[in-house]
């Protein structure tokens, strides 16, 4: 029975197949995608994701473990550079396996194994915010447009009594042409009114207006001529004094 035993044997022994995919995975890293068949790229890649994982912590042991495993140094130390930059946001599917179809000849199935590319989320992120706020902007002054308005309405609610419909900017000067004219026409029936006796006088009345019209200035000539005399009176007085 076959228990405890990963990975898969594909007709080889076991040194030919470590060499091989050994070999592989150094392929792989060094061009970041290769073609092969489909069996062999899913055995890929659970060597290429240890390789990975040892990149990422990225200590002097894990670069001598990738180093008994992979062939060529330059390789090891590029992975080993870029591999927190390029796979640190992710823990696991490193790679991934797009199926080609049928190799010609033997039409065994073929697939192609690639390094996975991770894109910067962070400033898709940002972009987004910002339209976002930039969006924001105009609502929140539409908004406060509004308030102000409403307070406007509500006061003009308030002082204008019901039912009377809104002027135009014609109606308002018309009424303040009018409003300048009143004044005259209501001193000149004011004029009218001291000079036409009231409604229920009759001809008596009417003469008896000028009479009295006329009493003052008698009073005024009775105090002139009381003074005339008076003053006669003291310089007929004082003339006897200096006889």
């Given at each position: 029975m076959r228990h405890r035993k990963a990975g898969l044997r594909l007709n080889r022994t076991p040194s030919h197949r470590n060499a091989m995919f050994r070999n592989m995975v150094t392929s792989?890293?060094?061009?970041?995608?290769?073609?092969?068949?489909?069996?062999?790229?899913?055995?890929?890649?659970?060597?290429?994701?240890?390789?990975?994982t040892l990149a990422k912590r990225g200590d002097l042991h894990a670069r001598r473990q990738a180093l008994a495993i992979v062939r060529e140094k330059d390789v090891v130390h590029k992975l080993f550079d870029t591999a927190n930059e390029r796979f640190g946001s992710l823990s696991g599917g490193y790679t991934r396996i797009v199926k080609l179809g049928r190799r010609p000849g033997d039409a065994a199935p073929i697939s192609m194994i690639?390094?996975?590319?991770?894109?910067?989320?962070?400033?898709?992120?940002?972009?987004?915010?910002k339209v976002k706020a930039e969006a924001a902007k105009p609502v929140v002054d539409q908004k406060a447009a509004k308030k102000e308005t409403k307070p406007e309405k509500e006061a003009t609610s308030k002082t204008a009594p019901a039912?009377?419909?809104?002027?135009?900017?014609?109606?308002?000067?018309?009424?303040?042409?009018?409003?300048?004219?009143?004044?005259?026409?209501?001193?000149?029936?004011?004029?009218?009114a001291q000079d036409l006796p009231p409604k229920g006088d009759?001809?008596?009345?009417?003469?008896?207006?000028?009479?009295?019209?006329?009493?003052?200035?008698k009073k005024a000539g009775k105090e002139k001529d009381e003074k005339a005399g008076a003053t006669e009176g003291d310089a007929e007085s004082k003339e006897a004094k200096k006889e």
């Open positions: 792989l890293f060094k061009y970041e995608r290769i073609r092969t068949t489909g069996t062999r790229a899913k055995e890929l890649r659970r060597w290429a994701d240890h390789i990975i690639e390094l996975v590319v991770v894109q910067d989320t962070k400033k898709k992120k940002s972009k987004k915010k039912g009377k419909v809104k002027e135009t900017a014609s109606e308002t000067d018309k009424k303040v042409e009018q409003g300048a004219d009143a004044p005259v026409e209501e001193k000149a029936e004011d004029a009218d009759t001809g008596a009345e009417k003469k008896e207006k000028p009479a009295s019209k006329a009493a003052p200035e």
